[in-house]
Structures are given as structure tokens and as C-alpha cells.
């Protein structure tokens, strides 16, 4: 932990800041209407707010969010993939909750370039559920090339 740098800034204050192209970005903000669960306000401007900043940064970004209509049109430029996993929320032994992966990279393409494989050996699988246009993903090439 000695070259580990811990900071209590804003989300975009923090992102800007140190946003260049061999950055990576893992955000898990409050899930969308599940905020009453969180000890920070973080309200649908926000969540906005979060996307439009991931959306324009030259590093590479991963959100994950829970599966809602509103978070997969907000991130339609992304790529969105659907896992589920334990709901640690509910009392209930076995119940699964829907959970999305949200990448603004091809993780097959670039997955040995950050280190990091979406889809791994342990039985953790995600299923792609939405790519974005060919027009976002060449524009995301451009700016990594």
C-alpha cells in the first residue's frame, strides 16, 4: 500500500484530474433508485452527471450498476454486459440480483492491454447484452490509438 493514494473528492473533480489515456476508471456509485440504502446522496443528476464524464475521458472506464431500463438507455454508448450474483441485501438464502457491467472499451479487445479480464476461468460470466453503434466504437479507437 505504499504507493496507494486514498482522496475524498468529488467523483468528476477526481476523474478530470487524473484522467490520460493508460487510466483506469472502476466506478460503483449508489444503484440507481436503491440510493435509500446508501449513506451518500446521490440523486439522477448525478448519475447522469457520472456518465457524460465517463462518456468523454481518454482512460478507460467500468461501472457497474444494477439492471434498470433507466442505467442501460443512459449508458447505450457503452458496452453493457448482465451477471447476477448473491443479493447481500436480502435475507433470503440464494436469491440473485441482476447486475450490469458497463465498460466504454471492447473488453475482448483490450482486456490483456489493461490487465483485467471481464470474463475469467472462476465461473463469473457476464453475458453482453448491448454494444454501442460502430460509430461510438470507432470514435472510442480513434482517441486510444
Keep these: 500500500m505504499a504507493n496507494v493514494v486514498i482522496e475524498n473528492q468529488d467523483f ?10 493508460d487510466s483506469f476508471y ?3 456509485p449508489p444503484y440507481y433508485e436503491a440510493e435509500q440504502y446508501y449513506s451518500v446522496a446521490f440523486p439522477e443528476r448525478d448519475h447522469k452527471r457520472l456518465h457524460r464524464i465517463l462518456r468523454n475521458i481518454k482512460g478507460f472506464a467500468m461501472v457497474s450498476y ?3 431500463d433507466f ?3 443512459l449508458y447505450k454508448d457503452f458496452y ?3 451477471t447476477e450474483r448473491s ?5 433470503k438464502e440464494g436469491k440473485k440480483y441482476e447486475e450490469l457491467i458497463i465498460t466504454n472499451y471492447d473488453p475482448y479487445e483490450h482486456s490483456t492491454q489493461i490487465g483485467l ?3 475469467d476461468d472462476s465461473g463469473y460470466n457476464c453475458t453482453l447484452i448491448h454494444k454501442p453503434s460502430k460509430e461510438q466504437q470507432e470514435k472510442w479507437r480513434k482517441k486510444h490509438s
Design 12 to 21: 468528476e473533480v477526481l476523474i478530470r484530474h487524473y484522467d490520460r489515456p
Design 26 to 28: 472502476y466506478c460503483d
Design 66 to 68: 444494477n439492471n434498470s
Design 71 to 73: 442505467i442501460r438507455e
Design 80 to 82: 453493457i454486459f448482465k
Design 87 to 91: 443479493d447481500s441485501l436480502s435475507q
Design 117 to 119: 479480464k471481464l470474463l
